[in-house]
């Protein structure tokens, strides 16, 4: 059987297969908050998470055409199927690590770090493409500070708009609303994450010339859609214990103000047609929240342990990839 084939389905099976773990690892940050403050039971809150995250994964193609073309050249990609089989590779090994210790990393620095290394060990660092791998990585530094920052506003005018009110009424109101900002989030984390599975089939599916342009097949939306959608069914329950407790108390309004900060701020990722980590995000949200609050009220010690571990994320996928690829062109030529 033709090897370029078997590269391509295997591609395809390794990236639904990263959907599908991004589901329960990047979900659970969705919602943490909710299921923390008791606005949802467990099971309401994956329910309603992976019904959005459905929802969102088919609404957008921006972000996974993005991917397709901006960190390399697929169709100038030279065993591109290795490659591209190489960087999921490392991607899953990282996202299963650091879910198994229950460490909200990126999945997207893991994945974009895992497609530079993997590339860059095919053909050397002038394989990259610098404008749009620089666009992407700005992105993701950006993203968590802005979230921090909106966080840290969106709180502070709930706790000026409502600083006379009744305690047990707004806490009542907050948690109803909290639904709401669960389903946002979650659906915006759909019109992120679900199209960064669906860029990288594209790009197998250039380099294998079964395809002959950046436009995302409407089988290769449908299949990463599910795939997410089935993951976030299973849940992550360590992320959502780190997310949903470890970095700070989290109230009602603390929970409602978080979740609809990482929503503006991801929404209007997907709309520039930029990745994002909605881990990230999440995560800087509720510090954000914290410090608007109390800043002694944030376990500093915990976000330091997130940051390290976003930090880290993206240089060693890269090399886990570089590796794995060498490895993988050793079977496969």
Not at 72 to 99: H, K, Q, R
Not at 143 to 172: C, D, E, I, Q, Y
Not at 257 to 274: E, G, K, R, Y
């Amino acid at each position: 059987m033709d090897t370029v084939f078997i590269l391509t389905v295997l591609v395809v099976i390794f990236a639904l297969a990263f959907d599908f773990i991004n589901g329960f690892h990047d979900t659970a940050n969705a919602i943490a908050t909710s299921v923390s403050t008791r606005a949802l039971t467990p099971r309401q809150a994956i329910i309603l998470a992976a019904t959005m995250n459905l929802l969102g994964a088919l609404t957008f193609t921006g972000v996974a055409k993005t991917i397709t073309k901006d960190i390399v050249d697929p169709f100038s990609l030279e065993n591109g199927g290795i490659v591209i089989l190489a960087a999921l590779t490392a991607a899953i090994a990282w996202n299963l690590i650091t879910w198994y210790y229950g460490i909200p990393s990126s999945s997207s620095h893991a994945l974009i770090g895992s497609v530079a290394g993997a590339a860059v060990s095919a053909g050397g660092f002038g394989i990259l493409n610098y404008a749009g791998f620089t666009k992407i990585l700005e992105s993701l530094v950006v993203s968590p500070f802005l979230a921090f920052g909106v966080g840290f506003v969106v709180m502070s005018l709930f706790r000026m708009v409502f600083k006379n009110a009744n305690l047990s009424r707004t806490t009542k109101g907050f948690r109803l609303f909290q639904v709401v900002t669960a389903a946002m989030q979650a659906y915006t984390h759909g019109t992120n994450d679900a199209q960064k599975a669906m860029g990288i089939i594209t790009m197998a599916l250039i380099a294998g010339n079964y395809h002959t342009s950046t436009e995302i097949p409407e089988w290769v939306r449908l299949s990463a859609a599910i795939a997410m959608g089935i993951g976030t069914s299973v849940g992550g329950w360590k992320i959502i214990k780190t997310v949903g407790g470890k970095i700070m108390k989290i109230r009602p309004v603390n929970g409602a103000a978080a979740d609809l900060s990482s929503a503006l701020v991801i929404f209007a990722a997907t709309t520039f047609q930029l990745p994002v980590s909605t881990t990230h995000v999440a995560s800087s949200s509720v510090m954000g929240v914290g410090a608007a609050q109390r800043v002694r009220g944030v376990k500093w010690g915990v976000a330091q342990r997130i940051v390290i571990t976003w930090i880290i994320t993206l240089p060693v996928s890269a090399l886990i990839a570089g590796f794995t690829y060498q490895l993988f062109k050793l079977l496969f030529i």
